[in-house]
């Protein structure tokens, strides 16, 4: 809900450093909260599936939190996509459908 | 999101989560931020949406297939309750299949039984090998690396596994029977709460699983395998919905057991504290809270308080009744623990 106002507020478009950072901030505090590991414990390159940070469950998490806090659509093929599983594949996925949008929401 | 604290929360004043489970964070006025995050109308919107998903997803398949559902059946009360909610309210013809994990109580597989006779269902009883159970409970004690950190929010290691394997044996079931949906048991706070519907296509969402029975083989030998693996794409990919029924139903579990009892449900009477079909239950609920600092029941329970489907002295008297080392001794010794891991 927060990012959402966050990212409202900015209402630019996606290549803007600032929410690119916030994009970043938000599923890393997430990340954090969710799935329990620490910053240091997970690079942004990190399988996370091999890691054993995300399971099923936590995919499922995963998905609605995106769609949820940056109102963008999770599709099939992202689903699938092994960006997906790092967090700076996840980053590349959202700003890239923020991109889309023209704007952000 | 929080708030200065002047005195340390215990626990959230809603749905009694304690401060012990991690990530969580609470509001200067005391609520935790899942209950900060969702309001009672927000809960009953999204019961309702829920509601009318799962019976679209019904109407689809409702007489389609010689088996419309595989229901992951337990024999506990919400299990049987979903079972009656799918064949009588729902009209979906469906299999019901029960994993015999070796410590189900004895009046369990009685109630199996007169379910299924009753609601005209018809039931297997999957026993997998006792001693492979047996040292996957042993690994689930010892380990910390079979299941996500995060697993320790919904459930015990020993029920995570356990849950693992006999979800794995309905997918593994369902495909190999093309049966288009797999309904489990499961509450609110067991699953989050988007999985109450979930689409799974093996053979596209393959990252996940291959992670999954690596673990597994690796604890457990390649004789895991056959337990944890689905088989891939090679038939077409085909497609099997997830579902978890009772995440859209609001009752009491007193309700839930008065609605049981005319198809021939009755409460076991040796399950322990913890559970209406499993004895092992309490064994994972004695490690987990003295592991972790709260009763692993802690989620589905605040999901029930802010639901309003349990009062809130039940609840503190569920999560403040704890098994002693004197009743769990037996199936630590069964399992192989030493001595010393009680
Ligand atoms: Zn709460």
Redesign the pocket.
């Given at each position: 809900m927060s990012a959402q106002t966050v990212l409202a507020e900015a209402m630019a478009p996606a290549e803007d450093p600032a929410v690119k950072e916030a994009v970043r901030d938000r599923i890393r505090d997430f990340a954090a909260a969710t799935f329990l590991v620490g910053a240091g414990e997970v690079g942004p390159d990190t399988d996370l599936f091999e890691a054993n940070v995300i399971d099923s469950f936590g995919f499922v998490e995963l998905v609605s939190f995106l769609e949820q806090t940056f109102g963008i659509a999770i599709e099939e093929d992202d689903l699938t996509s092994p960006e997906m599983a790092t967090l700076a594949g996840i980053e590349r996925v959202v700003t890239g459908k923020l991109r889309q949008q023209g704007a952000l929401r | 999101m929080t708030g200065p604290r002047p005195t340390p929360v215990q626990?959230?004043?809603?749905?009694?989560?304690p401060a012990t489970l991690p990530g969580?964070a609470?509001t200067a006025d005391g609520?935790?931020?899942?209950?900060?995050a969702t309001g009672e109308a927000e809960a009953e919107a999204e019961r309702v949406a829920l509601r009318a998903r799962l019976d679209a997803l019904y109407a689809a398949h409702r007489g389609t297939r010689p088996y419309a559902a595989i229901v992951a059946y337990s024999g506990g009360k919400d299990s049987s309750y979903t079972l009656k909610h799918l064949v009588e309210e729902q009209g979906l013809r469906c299999l019901a299949i029960t994993v015999d994990n070796g410590f189900l109580s004895a009046g369990t597989l009685d109630n199996c039984r007169a379910v299924c006779a009753a609601l005209d269902v018809d039931l297997v009883v999957f026993t997998p090998s006792r001693r492979f159970t047996e040292r996957m409970y042993r690994a689930s004690v010892e380990r910390d690396d079979l299941h996500a950190p995060a697993a320790v929010k919904r459930a015990s290691a020993i029920c995570s596994s356990c849950i693992t394997l006999i979800n794995t044996h309905m997918l593994q079931r369902a495909l190999e029977l093309r049966v288009p949906i797999v309904a489990g048991g499961y509450l609110g706070g067991q699953v989050p709460r988007d999985g109450a519907v979930m689409t799974l296509r093996p053979g596209r969402q393959a990252r996940i699983r291959t992670a999954l029975v690596n673990r597994f083989v690796g604890a457990l030998g390649e004789g895991a395998r056959r337990y944890f693996d689905l088989p891939g794409a090679a038939e077409g990919d085909p497609e099997v919905v997830v579902v978890n029924p009772m995440l859209g139903v609001a009752l009491s579990e007193e309700a839930i057991k008065a609605a049981l009892a005319p198809l021939g449900w009755r409460q076991p009477t040796d399950t322990g504290l913890t559970s209406t079909n499993c004895r092992l239950n309490d064994l994972g609920v004695y490690l987990h809270s003295r592991r972790h600092g709260f009763h692993p029941y802690a989620m589905e329970i605040?999901e029930q308080?802010?639901g309003g489907t349990i009062s809130r002295e039940a609840a503190a008297r569920k999560l403040g009744t704890l098994p002693g080392r004197g009743d769990v001794a037996w199936m630590a010794e069964r399992i192989g623990l030493p001595a010393d891991a009680l």
């Open positions: - | 626990a959230c004043r809603r749905c009694l989560l969580l609470f609520l935790c931020d899942l209950c900060a605040a308080l802010r």
